[in-house]
Structure formats: structure tokens, C-alpha cells
């Protein structure tokens, strides 16, 4: 668990850009659940792909080449060039 100095840091940037921040609830854990048993994505991508699509969202960007596979929502991969 991150302490509250390591959220502080974190959650500057979405504040000030007005970005809602979904709780994980049960809801989201059991939709991540199906999603990792559908299309096997790692736990923290799960969460997040079933944070988005528990708010509304049809596409999501990545940059996980592995996170294409995941149909739902539609999975946008960021082109950018890694080091």
C-alpha cells in the first residue's frame, strides 16, 4: 500500500486537471477478475482497464503490446519508443 506521502505526489496531476479517480470497489475487483480470466492481463492492468470501463470509458490507451488483446474496451496503443 502507498503511504500518504507517496498519494499525495500522485494525485496532484489528476486533480488539477479536473480527471475523476474511480475507486476500486467491489465492483471494479469483479470486473477485473473477468477480464484477467478472459484475456489474462497482470492485476494492476486489469484494475485499471475495469476502472475505465467502470466509468464509461470505450477505449483506453496503452502501451502494453500485451494489453491489446483485451477487447474491452477497445485498447489504443501509444506508439512511443521505449529505452
Known amino acids: 500500500m502507498p503511504s ?4 499525495l505526489a500522485i494525485l496532484v496531476r489528476p486533480k488539477r486537471e479536473g480527471t475523476p479517480l474511480v475507486p476500486v470497489d467491489l465492483a471494479v475487483a469483479k470486473l477485473a477478475t473477468r477480464l484477467r480470466a478472459k484475456y489474462g492481463p497482470r492485476t494492476p492492468d486489469a484494475l485499471q482497464v475495469a476502472s475505465a ?14 494489453l491489446k488483446q483485451t477487447k ?3 485498447v489504443l496503443l501509444s506508439l ?4
Do not use: N, S
Not at 500518504?4 to 498519494?7: C, D, N
Not at 470501463?53 to 477505449?59: F, M
Open 4 to 7: 500518504v506521502i507517496t498519494l
Open 53 to 66: 470501463i467502470h466509468a464509461g470509458a470505450t477505449r483506453f490507451l496503452a502501451d502494453d503490446a500485451q
Open 72 to 74: 474491452e474496451p477497445e
Open 80 to 83: 512511443t519508443e521505449k529505452y
